[in-house]
């Protein structure tokens, strides 16, 4: 009989351990997120990293056109003025190439034209019979000829020299120009990279270090698609945690989880847990241990001014962390 009330109790001791940790809560540290956002991220630029020198204070409200963001452009804005000079110069060595260009055409076009009057000379003279000429007279006419056939095809030929040449050296000058202005173009676009303008208006948020999970600052360095702020849409609203390796197989979707807002913590709200990833992430801020991204769904009253980055507290009853 001893035996038996033994056992029963041991039995029942198990019985409630086994509920008590069946109604162990889960904890989770979330933030609201917006579906929609104008992202601005670290532009890429000749150098691996840009500084941040400007930037307007987070939770200001941004309106649509306002500057948000200004990157350090001290070398673009050289190379553009660079640019602006050697453009200035290729224009001007572009009109001393056509002014050249056309003196020598007109002296090589002047000096054929000379060549083919001396030619039709030279003709006239060789056609007179030698009947009317002493034979040494008619000898010299017809040498004559020949010299100045020879001298008019090398006036030729020296037009379309010139006239190639100078063809060349224009295009070539012309290029030259296409290129300082394709130049001055990218980096004037460059320039304007270095700039964030809202596109909407909200407020702004800074985004986090990628590697240390601090707050973005003026005068930080980072390297190129980093994100550096966002303003977000007030539509969309959604709360996304990160689950430990081991707490990701007692989540379920559509589980419904209690929820508080550290600006609202008089409120207790609901979620539903809509989305959960499959493969996992390490978060180097956090350490070596890998996490799964879960969004959750709410909807709350009207009366709460909720915005992107609060944070929220999710708690899961009824969840068995040994299961």
């Not at 670290?42 to 306002?66: F, H, M, R, Y």
């Not at 006239?124 to 100045?148: M, W």
Request: aromatic residues 10%.
């Amino acid at each position: 009989m001893y035996k038996k009330l033994i056992l029963s109790s041991i039995t029942l001791f198990y019985s409630c351990c086994t509920l008590a940790l069946t109604q162990t809560p889960l904890i989770l540290s979330g933030q609201i997120k917006a579906s929609d956002n104008q992202t601005f991220y670290s532009p890429k630029t000749d150098s691996w990293n840009v500084q941040v020198q400007w930037l307007l204070p987070e939770g200001d409200i941004a309106k649509k056109g306002d500057l948000v963001v200004v990157f350090d452009s001290g070398s673009i804005q050289s190379q553009i003025e660079q640019e602006k000079v050697s453009l200035i110069a290729a224009n001007e060595e572009l009109f001393r190439i056509t002014s050249t260009a056309e003196q020598s055409f007109l002296e090589a076009t002047y000096g054929q034209k000379r060549t083919a009057l001396l030619l039709d000379k030279a003709r006239i003279d060789a056609s007179i019979s030698v009947v009317h000429l002493s034979k040494y007279e008619y000898q010299k006419n017809q040498l004559e000829l020949e010299k100045t056939v020879v001298a008019n095809a090398k006036a030729l030929e020296n037009l379309k020299q010139v006239n190639l040449a100078n063809t060349v050296a224009v295009t070539k000058q012309k290029i030259t120009i296409i290129k300082h202005q394709d130049k001055l173009q990218y980096n004037e676009y460059k320039l304007k990279q270095m700039s964030g303008y809202a596109e909407r208006t909200g407020p702004v948020l800074y985004g986090t270090h990628p590697w240390y999970g601090e707050k973005v600052f003026v005068g930080m360095t980072a390297q190129p698609s980093w994100e550096i702020a966002k303003i977000p849409s007030v539509n969309g609203l959604y709360i996304e945690a990160w689950v430990h390796e081991v707490d990701y197989k007692n989540l379920q979707l559509k589980s419904v989880v209690d929820f508080k807002l550290d600006a609202f913590p008089q409120y207790n709200l609901a979620a539903t847990l809509t989305e959960i990833s499959s493969q996992p992430e390490e978060r180097k801020e956090w350490g070596s241990d890998v996490y799964y991204r879960a969004v959750f769904s709410f909807t709350v009253d009207e009366a709460l001014t909720l915005l992107p980055g609060m944070s929220a507290q999710l708690e899961f009853t009824g969840v068995d962390p040994s299961e």
